[in-house]
């Protein structure tokens, strides 16, 4: 049976009427990162306002300025499917659409409950879950303060296995192997996912000794599997890690956390190929992913304010056929710099991107920025730009970052400013301060 756009949309509606004002619409759309707002009387929607549009209006006039006509009419029902409900969302290029039955508006469907959905589809080959369930699974028990252990588990010359045997004895022995795992696992406090080819992983709120007595567990289980009545011969090998500390580090998102379990439980996976038991723990001397130092210290680091990004300088250099732009950040006593190499009618693209790419600096390795759009407005005697970055998080969801900042004096600080203003509030206790290290040279795409 196809899936709805009712089991999936969002419930929470965050609306203005049409008595609100534009201001209050754009402080809205800020303050909880929408891309569109729906204008509702009496439980009815009236339309939907977006915003980029609200900036070409002034603050004070009636949010139904700025409702877009060629929007009002763009709705979907909670019956229908929701592959219906994704084909009207690309056909009109919409991040979201309002979800209506008989008049009234009931939810809202993104892009980000439709990944969800489909994120949600078990594997055909094996019936688990896939990844991205076990990391939501897992960036939750971290939200909520649990400790979190990843086991992960590489099945052992699974690509000879498939070469002798065939495809279809490889899927087999992958159905096996899932069966195995699943029956020792405690799925109370356990959750099982098929991580990808040959490899399975569990995230887990055990303690890194209960793990390792699972993960033997798992490896008796494999090893005395038997296909048509004969041993099958599979081993595999386990790398353990986590369950050092009781929430994250400070300072860092639970996927953030994950990811590193995940990264540090594969490459231990991979030593244990090596090793005689077949199984490894990583143990951390020095790592982000340390051992407790006490609560008297963790309060006092997690008690530390966000970290604000401001500008410190930048610098516009024209040459023959080119602009080069050079960024420079600070956070409290930390100085970041990037540079963007443009063609000569592309400055405020030039000073996006080295904005954004300084900014990325600031935060981990695997949260990515892409400057969508930018665009210089008219507001009352102003004029203001008005840019658009997308932060892609670690679990590849995406979100749309509006930010703006008046021209005044200076037309080029102005592109940085909105830039800041984008991703400042979003940033918050992501960022990292690391004086000794230059900013990393991360690309920074532009969306066509």
């Known amino acids: 049976m196809p899936q709805l756009v009712r089991d999936v949309m969002s419930r929470k509606v965050i609306y203005v009427t049409p008595a609100a004002t534009i201001r209050t619409a754009m402080e809205l759309i800020r303050s909880h990162q929408l891309e569109a707002l729906p204008v509702m009387s009496g439980g009815r929607l009236v339309g939907v306002v977006d915003a980029l549009d609200l900036y070409r209006f002034n603050g004070e006039f009636p949010v139904t ?16 499917t929701v592959v219906d409900g994704a084909t009207a969302m690309l056909r009109h290029g919409l991040r979201q659409i309002p979800v209506v039955r008989n008049g009234e508006l009931v939810g809202l469907l993104s892009d980000r409950d439709l990944a969800s959905s489909w994120g949600a589809v078990p594997d055909e080959r094996t019936g688990l879950p896939w990844q991205d369930e076990m990391r939501r699974w897992a960036a939750r028990q971290l939200a909520a303060g649990r400790e979190i ?19 279809v004895y490889g899927d087999r022995i992958l159905q096996l192997v899932a069966q195995a795992c699943r029956h020792v696992v405690d799925h109370e406090r356990d959750f099982l996912c098929r991580y990808g080819g040959d490899e399975f992983a569990i995230a887990s709120c055990r303690s890194t000794e209960s793990a390792y007595a699972l993960a033997q567990q798992i490896r008796r289980a494999i090893a005395s599997l038997q296909l048509d009545g004969r041993d099958a011969n599979v081993s595999a090998a386990v790398g353990i890690a986590g369950g050092q500390r009781h929430v994250p580090r400070p300072g860092a998102h639970p996927s953030a956390t994950l990811d590193d379990l995940i990264t540090l439980a594969s490459q231990a996976s991979t030593r244990a190929k090596r090793s005689a038991e077949g199984i490894v723990v990583h143990l951390p001397e020095r790592s982000e992913i340390a051992a407790p130092r006490g609560p008297a210290a963790d309060a006092a680091t997690a008690a530390e304010p966000p970290v604000r990004l401001v500008v410190d300088s930048y610098s516009v250099d024209r040459r023959d056929r080119e602009v080069a732009v050079t960024v420079a950040i600070r956070a409290r006593d930390v100085t970041h710099k990037a540079t963007s190499l443009r063609g000569l009618d592309e400055i405020d693209l030039a000073l996006a991107t080295a904005t954004a790419d300084c900014i ?3 935060a981990p390795a695997h949260l990515q920025l892409r400057v969508d759009a930018i665009r210089r407005l008219a507001y009352g005697e102003h004029r203001v730009v008005m840019v658009v970055v997308t932060w892609r998080d670690p679990e590849g969801e995406e979100q749309q970052l509006v930010g703006a900042g008046l021209e005044r ?3 080029h600080r102005g592109v940085i400013n909105a830039v ?3 991703t400042n509030r979003r940033l918050g206790y992501w ?13 920074v795409r532009q969306r066509a």
């Open 420 to 422: 800041l203003d984008a």
């Open 65 to 80: 300025e700025a409702i877009r006509a060629d929007r009002t009419e763009i709705v979907v029902s909670p019956e229908a």
């Open 409 to 411: 004096e200076d037309a």
């Open 149 to 167: 252990t990843v086991i992960f588990i590489d099945i052992d010359e699974f690509g000879a296995l498939n070469k002798r045997h065939g495809h």
């Open 360 to 362: 990325a600096s600031f």
């Open 431 to 443: 960022a990292t301060l690391r004086p000794t290290v230059p900013a990393r040279r991360r690309r």
